[in-house]
C-alpha cells in the first residue's frame, strides 16, 4: 500500500526525532559538544566515505549539482521578494529560504525514501548547500565574514580531499574505509536526534511570520526545484531527489549564523521552528509526488 510506504519513510525520522524532543524537554543535554563532534568528524567521515567509496565518479552528478545551485540562489531571490512584500528586513529571511535542512532531514530522506544507491546525490546536494551557506550565506550576514578560512571548515576540506581522490580514482585501503564509514554512520541519526533536542529548547516568537514562512518555503522549494530539474533534464530519480530537497524545511543552522551575527534571532528560530514542524505534513505530501506509486 503506498500509503504505508511513506509511513515507513517517515516514521523512522519522526521517531527519532521525537526522542530527541523527549530527552531535551526531561533531562535538558548540553549538545554543543555533540554538534561539533558531528559536524568535525562524523560528517566529514561520511562525505568523504560516500566520495572515494563505491564505483560512482563525481562528475556523474554535475547537473545536479547545477541544478541544486540554481535552485538554491532562485529560493534566495523567492525570499527577497517576500521579504520585500512582508515588510521583514532581508538579511532575516533570505537565507531560511535559500538554505535548508539538507544534513538532519536531508540525507536521512535520502537513505528511507530511495535507499542507499541514492546518498551520493544526497551529498552532492548537501555539499552545494553547505558549501554556500558557509561562504555566501556568511557574506549576507555579514560583508566583511573572512570568507578565506572556508578551507579550515572539516566538511568542505573532506570534501576537497573526496574530490581529489575520486576525480583520480585512487582507491583507499579497505580498513581505514571500513573505519571511515563507522565514523561516519553516526553522523545521520545524531543529527535527526540533535534537531529534536534544538526543536525542544526553541521558544515560539513572531510565530505568525513563521507559520507563514513554514507554508511558503516547502510550495515554492517544490515548485523551483520542479522547474529547475525539468530545465536541465536531470533523470527522473535526480529530480524525485531535487523536488525532495526542495520541500525541505530551513536549517537549524539558520538559527545559529542569526544568534552569531545577531540578525533577529528570534524571528529566525520563529522560522526554523515553525518550518520543521511543518515538514511533518509538507514532506509526506512530498513523497505522494516523488515516490513511484
Known amino acids: 500500500m503506498f500509503f504505508w510506504r511513506i509511513v515507513e519513510v517517515v516514521f523512522p525520522l519522526v521517531a527519532v526525532v521525537s526522542v530527541g524532543v523527549w530527552a531535551g ?11 561539533r563532534l558531528n559536524m568535525d568528524y562524523f560528517v ?5 566515505g560516500v566520495l572515494v567509496g563505491g564505483d560512482f565518479r563525481i562528475a556523474q552528478f554535475s547537473g545536479l549539482a547545477l541544478g541544486t545551485l540554481l535552485f538554491v540562489f532562485g529560493a534566495g531571490a523567492a525570499g527577497l521578494v517576500a521579504a520585500k512584500l512582508l515588510g521583514v528586513l532581508p538579511k532575516t529571511l533570505v537565507p531560511p529560504m535559500m538554505f535548508n535542512n539538507s544534513a538532519n532531514l536531508g540525507l536521512p530522506l535520502a537513505l528511507l525514501a530511495f535507499g542507499k544507491d541514492a546518498m551520493p546525490a544526497a551529498v552532492v546536494m548537501f555539499l552545494v548547500s553547505t558549501t554556500l551557506h558557509f561562504s555566501f550565506g556568511a557574506w549576507l550576514l555579514d560583508h566583511h565574514a573572512r570568507l578565506r578560512d572556508l578551507w579550515k571548515v572539516p566538511v568542505l576540506f573532506a570534501t576537497l580531499l573526496g574530490l581529489g581522490l575520486n576525480f583520480t580514482g585512487v582507491h583507499i585501503w579497505a580498513p581505514l574505509m571500513t573505519a571511515t564509514r563507522l565514523l561516519g554512520d553516526i553522523s545521520v541519526p545524531l543529527m535527526m536526534f540533535a534537531l529534536g533536542v534544538r526543536l525542544a529548547n526553541m521558544t515560539l516568537a513572531e510565530s505568525r511570520l513563521g507559520l507563514l514562512i ?3 518555503r516547502p510550495i515554492t522549494g517544490v515548485a523551483l526545484a520542479y522547474l529547475v530539474g525539468r530545465g536541465l533534464d536531470l533523470t527522473d530519480i535526480q529530480s524525485a531527489q531535487l523536488i525532495l530537497f526542495g520541500a525541505l524545511p530551513p536549517a537549524v543552522l539558520n538559527y545559529i549564523f542569526a544568534e552569531h551575527y545577531r ?3 528570534e524571528k529566525v528560530a520563529s522560522i526554523v521552528m515553525i518550518g520543521n514542524v511543518v515538514a511533518l505534513i509538507s514532506i509526506p505530501l512530498t513523497l505522494l509526488l516523488v515516490l513511484p506509486h
Do not use: T
Open 44 to 48: 566529514p567521515a561520511l562525505v568523504f
Open 25 to 35: 524537554r526531561r533531562h535538558q543535554p548540553e549538545m554543543e559538544v555533540a554538534n
Open 263 to 265: 540578525q533577529e534571532p
Open 214 to 216: 513554514a507554508v511558503l
